[in-house]
């Protein structure tokens, strides 16, 4: 659901479109994915199709800005909660020498590290599109940012909240999680209308890259609380603070990096988490087709294991091979190492290009998981291999 | 960055070619200070945009093709800052590299990833890998900046019956993909329409063919713009044709990596 006025903003920038002077850019992408479940689950199929579908447009409106349009659709072929589209971007951009304003819905990335999105708090994560939570639904705001030779200031203003999707305890392409989504609390009165905001500065100082965020509002991860009526759990979303550092430090080959957090929701205990690593570029090797790179972080939250992620004290270690060919092909080795509980989460990644147009994907999800304590036991359910056709145009 | 990495290869051949012109095989020294004031007499294009077509073709005759839309703009004090920006194949559409080439000091490069709006640094030591799976490297297509280079071994030479100059020219660079660079230069114009490139062993790795060359200012500015590179021991080549180049209002603002994704 979406208040009025957002969906007047997404109307007005579809219906300007047509209207705009020139075309910058135009296109998309629809693509097929079969998805696999490696361990059968009672009830629940070992398998579903999806549709999904992307159009991206971009318009100059003469001196008067540019209008911004990418949508996104999923469809599940077998199962109606995976049905649903968004609007990652929907806004109006007017820029001048040294400032710009942006309008309507947009997405924002901030971060240097690969293994999650830590500070990245702007937008709210969509786990049905990616377990790995590096996929966001888009997020209505009013932004201004100020640009200065060597930094950047962002000042947002965010009137509308985006609520979670879990998917629910029936739908296995969800997070398996029985969490009744439709209806929310909030700790604030005015629920999902509460107008958040956040600031970032950043700037670079020779090979050193780093932002300080400020967040003041609504929390987008939510706590899951029992109901004494139902036994599914219901999101509560807080209000709170969040202090966000993120930094790249680059020496020749080797990317040093660090997010890290502070969370102070209101009437709870604060909690902080990090972030820490390096990102080594080793090039090719010997005659090897492909170029090596290496990534090991280090994952850590104050909240133990009341963090609603797994990634407590957990080390991540990836490996990135990129084949020098025409396919772009590039193959991802991603590896999660509970250091209190000894349990691994793998994913392997394969993509390559099969025409100009044409598209493939191959992905493995892999999880080791004994004790029941540990946050990825129940996700031994999701162990999955999935195969993607996408053609591009 | 091509074109520009490429002119400056001209002027730098040109700048030892004038040389050659006074002394049959020049100093270094000499050849260095020529090719900095050749420089500076060719600069003042300034802010340029252009797009390429990259045609990629295998060994055995298939082929892939690249569109990129190209910006560039020189810096009197620094080297010259480039986006490249991916046109085609569309799952790439959007796909940005800035450049920051420095004088002497590594260069700095950023990528833009279109799909998740995300600005990051990435290594430029990388300078051997493949360019987009073509047979340039990153190095070739890097801004060319003089005091990268040793340049030396002056002489005369005959290219398709036509006589050129031979410039020798070494990289002072870490992690480079060659041990020396030997450009033909036209003796009329001082511009390369050959240069080879020499690996560890001193074997001819690659060879890149250079012409349609046009003139942008009455001092000059040549540029040049069909480019073909071979691999010798793949057997793949890879083909740059570029359409006409524009002067842009683009100030050196545009080329800051945090407004990355901005120019389109």
Known sequence: MTPRWATVIAASVLALCPCAAQVRKAGGSLAFSELYYLKDKPGYAGSTGVLSGQLEAEFALQDL???????????????????????????????????????????????????QRLVN???????????????????????????????????????????????????????????????????????????????????RVDVLEAGLSLFQGTLREPRLVAQASSKDLRPLYVQGQQIGLDAQYTRGATLFKLEAKQVRPRNEPSFRAAVYGFEQALGRIGRAPFDLSVFIEH?????????????????????????????????????????DHGSRLGRVLLETRLTDELSLAGELYLVSAKKPQDRLFGARDLEQVSVKLKWNF | ML????????????????????????????????????????????????????????????????????????????????????LKPKDVDGLAVLTHSHKRDSDDQWLYLPSSQRVKRISSSNRSGAFAGSEFAYEDISSFEVEKY????????????????????????????????????????????????????????????????????????????????????????????YGPYQRTSVDSEAFNPNRLGQIK
């Open chain 1, 65 to 115: 800005g540019r209008l911004s349009l990418k949508g996104v659709a999923h469809y599940d072929l077998r199962e109606g909660k995976g049905r649903y589209a968004d609007l990652p971007v929907a806004k109006y951009a007017y820029a001048q020498e040294r400032w710009r304003l942006d309008l309507g819905f947009d997405t924002i990335f901030w971060g240097v590290v690969e293994s």
């Open chain 2, 3 to 86: 074109p520009r990495s490429l002119l400056a290869w001209v002027y730098a051949c040109t700048i030892a070619a004038v040389g050659l012109v006074s002394l049959p095989v020049a100093a270094s020294d000499d050849a260095l200070q020529t090719m900095k004031q050749r420089r500076l007499l060719s600069s003042g294009w300034n802010s340029s945009m252009s797009e390429m077509k990259m045609t990629i073709v295998e060994a055995n005759g298939a082929t892939s093709v690249r569109e990129l839309r190209q910006y560039a703009i020189e810096l009197a004090q620094d080297g010259n800052r480039t986006i490249n920006i991916f």
């Open chain 2, 150 to 241: 040793t340049h030396a071994e002056l002489k005369k030479g005959h290219l398709d019956g036509q006589p050129v100059l031979l410039v020798s020219s070494t990289p002072l660079y870490e992690n480079s993909g060659y041990s020396k660079l030997v450009s033909h230069l036209d003796p009329s114009t001082y511009q390369p329409r050959k240069i080879d490139f020499y690996n560890s062993r001193g074997e001819i790795l690659k060879t890149l063919g250079i012409g349609g060359y046009t003139s942008h200012t009455a001092q000059g500015a040549w540029r040049p713009h069909k480019f073909e590179m071979v691999n010798h021991l793949t057997g793949r080549r890879t083909q740059i044709e």
């Open chain 1, 299 to 339: 994952n850590w939250d104050s909240r133990g294991e009341a963090a609603p992620n797994f990634l407590q004290n957990d080390l991540f270690m990836g490996l990135r091979l990129d084949f020098a060919n025409t396919l772009a092909t590039v193959l991802t080795l991603g590896l999660f190492q509970d250091l």
């Open chain 1, 121 to 203: 708090v702007v937008n709210q994560v969509d786990p049905l599109r990616s377990l790995r939570g590096d996929v966001t639904l888009g997020q209505p705001m009013l932004a201004a940012t100020w640009f200065g030779e060597r930094y950047k200031l962002e000042t947002l203003v965010l009137p509308w909240f985006r609520e979670r999707r879990f998917g629910g305890s029936t739908y296995r392409s969800g997070l398996l999680l029985s969490v009744d989504e439709r209806d929310p609390l909030y700790q604030d009165s005015r629920g999902r209308r509460h107008v958040d905001h956040a600031v970032r500065l950043s700037g």
